[in-house]
């Protein structure tokens, strides 16, 4: 009897926690919501912007590596992503001249930044490195 209790806790456990509401890893930006989903987040949660466009192949390589590495590294930064077609005022504000460029943001404000498709282990060592 003992066993099977611990079986049935065990699996109300994992319920429980398989329903608790995720954390936020991914969401797409324009113009209109960057100021509310990057800067205001980035006082509670790094954000890093990844800006992109659907024309530009480094850009459908590097998407993926980062998507990935929002999900694995599960709430620890919130990924947003800019299509520049899609933020053209953003893109311009901070400087995008070549895409793909990535930007971490902390208490509203750009700590860190790349440009180019950066292979796995690269990306990886920059949100470790400034994560902290």
Do not use: H
Not at 29 to 35: N, Q
Not at 41 to 68: N, Q, Y
Request: charged share 30%; glycine share 6%.
């Amino acid at each position: 009897m003992d066993e099977l209790e611990k079986i049935r806790k065990e699996k109300m456990e994992k319920m429980i926690a398989d329903s608790a509401p995720k954390p936020k890893t991914k969401v797409d930006v324009t113009d209109s919501s960057f100021d509310k989903e990057v800067l205001e987040t980035s006082k509670k949660v790094p954000v890093v912007v990844d800006f992109w466009a659907g024309w530009c192949m480094p850009c459908t390589i590097l998407g993926p590596v980062l998507e990935t590495l929002a999900d694995e590294y599960g709430g620890k930064f919130v990924l947003a992503k800019l299509d520049v077609s899609a933020g053209p005022a953003t893109s311009e504000k901070y400087g995008i001249r070549s895409i793909p460029a990535v930007k971490l943001f902390r208490n509203g404000k750009v700590v860190s930044d790349f440009v180019g498709a950066k292979p796995e282990p690269y990306v990886r060592q920059w949100l470790d490195t400034n994560l902290g």
